[in-house]
Nanobody, 123 residues
């Protein structure tokens, strides 16, 4: 079992940057794909990015490609989401998640979820 806790959210102006962190517990962290999702007010939760456990393969939703970068440090049981060139439409609660199925996460499926961290981008 994996438990995940997000941090690093906050308020930033459009064009700015934030880095989210997700600390995971559990000795098998390195065996799980890790991903980020977000939910904006009045909208459904959506997939943002995922990174594999084995070779660092990544996948992103189209709206963040070229602006967001997901990475992981298996030694620290931590996954990061570097967000650059932020836009007001990136405002949402960002959730970290873990699952053994990389491609399932791109469809919004994950076994373990964090509580979320708020990201607000002002115009």
């Amino acid at each position: 079992q994996v438990q995940v806790v997000e941090s690093g959210g906050g308020l930033v102006q459009a064009g700015g940057s934030l880095r989210l962190s997700c600390a995971a517990s559990g000795r098998t962290f390195s065996r799980y794909a890790m991903g980020w999702f977000r939910q904006a007010p009045g909208k459904e939760r959506e997939f943002v990015a995922v990174i594999s456990w084995s070779d660092g393969t990544t996948s992103y939703t189209d709206s963040v490609k070229g602006r967001f970068t997901i990475s992981r440090d298996n030694g620290k049981n931590t996954v990061y989401l570097q967000m650059n060139s932020l836009k007001p439409e990136d405002t949402a609660i960002y959730y970290c998640a873990a699952d053994s199925n990389f491609w399932g996460m791109t469809r919004g499926l994950a076994a373990y979820w964090g509580q979320g961290t708020q990201v607000t981008v002002s115009s």
